[in-house]
Structures are given as structure tokens and as C-alpha cells.
């Protein structure tokens, strides 16, 4: 079984300012996949990120970036520049390898103060 | 390209009243999914389609809800009769294939459900 986990139910950070998102996981498997999912009020849930267990190597995507500690069960989402456009709930999320079954975190609110 | 579509957006009914919702997946898309999303909470999956043959139905309450997915294409889920704690937002999506996760999940606006 897998179960996620983030303990931040709600975060603030002005406009501009670099914030980070927490999140853990628990798996016994080693092959998996991990992302985060951002949900803005009232609209459609969107991928943000990818990371796949068997990379080392951090995965970014403009001004999101992951921290992926595979030996701590940890996966951070950092966002540089904060735009008041990502405002947002967001989801951490774990599939294992063959099997398509998402699980998703509780999620972190979070706000971008102008 | 067109994403996923669900209706209706919103829905309010009374307890042990019955409610449909229907979802078109991304064209071309195998697999197909709904979640249930409690306010406050991460959705859950309730069931997964592969074409029109169910994959993992392991959470769906089956005593209240069913779903169907004919052609392999649209599907509906039905909860009869409905119970105040199935108020939540039903989440569809679907995904080219199901055989690799790294294969992207998009997802719907979502039907807001409230039971009174």
C-alpha cells in the first residue's frame, strides 16, 4: 500500500518570493513515480511535475523544481518567482510501476500575496 | 485538442434521491477514471476503466454506485440512493494508455455533488 502525506494544509508567500511545498510518502516498492498536481479554485486539475524514482536527478520544469530524497521518502516542491497565478491547492501523488492507481496527498493551499 | 468534459458542473439533491454523472474522455484515450473528492481530502479512486472493461473498481461502494463506460468512450457514474456523506466533487479523467504510469492523467472540471 501507499500513503502520502503533507503536512502543510495551508501556506502563504508574497508575490516574487521562493516557496516549498512538502510532502512524503510511504512505499516498500522501488520502481514508482511521484508528482505533483496543482487544482486553482474552481478549475480543472493539472500535472505541474514528474519525477520517476529510478532518476537521480531532480526534475524541473520552468519555475517548479522538485527536491526528490528517495532514501527519506521525501518530495518537495519548490516554485522560484511566485505569480499570483499560482494560487492554487496542490497535490502530492504516488503510482507504482504497472499499476495506474494514483494516490493523492490531503493537499496544501496555496496563496500568492500580492 | 479537446479535454476532458463532465456535466453537470454542479448538482444539489436530497437524500436517498438518485444522481448520474457523465464524463467524455480526450479522444483517443484508453483509460478512464473517476475519483471522489471529499472537501478537505486528496480524491480517491472509485473506479478505472481500460476501453469498456473495468480495471479496479476496489473502493467503488458497490451497494450504491455503479458505472459504465459502453463503446469504450463515454461513461456515466450513478449513485441510488445517495447518502449526506457523498457530498463531494466527482472527478473524471483519462490517459492515452494504461499500461505505464509515467502516462499523464488529465483531468475534468469535476461535478460538484451536495446531498441534503
Known amino acids: 500500500a501507499q500513503t502520502v502525506t503533507q503536512s502543510q494544509p495551508e501556506m502563504s508567500v508574497q508575490e516574487a518570493e521562493t516557496v516549498t511545498l512538502s510532502c512524503t510518502y510511504d512505499?516498500?516498492?522501488?520502481?514508482?513515480?511521484l508528482f505533483w498536481y496543482k487544482q486553482p479554485p474552481s478549475r480543472q486539475m493539472i500535472l505541474v511535475i514528474r519525477q520517476e524514482a529510478y532518476k537521480q536527478q531532480n526534475a524541473t520544469e520552468n519555475r517548479f523544481s522538485v527536491n526528490f530524497q528517495k532514501a527519506a521518502k521525501s518530495f518537495s516542491l519548490k516554485i522560484s518567482d511566485s505569480q499570483l497565478g499560482d494560487t492554487a491547492m496542490y497535490f502530492c501523488?504516488?503510482?507504482?510501476?504497472?499499476?495506474?492507481?494514483?494516490?493523492f496527498g490531503t493537499g496544501t493551499r496555496l496563496t500568492i500575496i500580492p | 485538442e479537446a479535454g476532458v468534459a463532465q456535466s453537470p458542473r454542479y448538482k444539489i439533491i436530497e437524500k436517498r434521491q438518485s444522481v448520474a454523472f457523465w464524463c467524455n474522455p480526450i479522444s483517443g484515450h484508453a483509460t478512464l477514471y473517476w475519483y471522489q473528492q471529499i472537501l478537505g481530502q486528496g480524491p480517491k479512486l472509485l473506479i478505472q476503466?481500460?476501453?469498456?472493461?473495468?480495471?479496479?473498481d476496489s473502493q467503488l461502494p458497490k451497494d450504491r454506485f455503479s458505472a459504465e463506460r459502453l463503446k469504450g468512450v463515454d461513461s456515466t457514474l450513478k449513485i441510488q440512493p445517495a447518502k449526506l456523506e457523498d457530498s463531494a466533487v466527482y472527478l473524471c479523467?483519462?490517459?492515452?494508455?494504461?499500461?505505464?504510469?509515467?502516462?499523464?492523467?488529465?483531468f475534468g472540471p469535476g461535478t460538484r455533488l451536495t446531498v441534503l
Open positions: 479523467a483519462s490517459s492515452y494508455l494504461a499500461i505505464s504510469a509515467e502516462n499523464e492523467q488529465f
Open positions: 476503466f481500460q476501453n469498456n472493461g473495468v480495471v479496479d
Open positions: 501523488a504516488s503510482i507504482l510501476f504497472g499499476n495506474e492507481k494514483l494516490t
Open positions: 512505499t516498500s516498492e522501488s520502481n514508482y513515480y
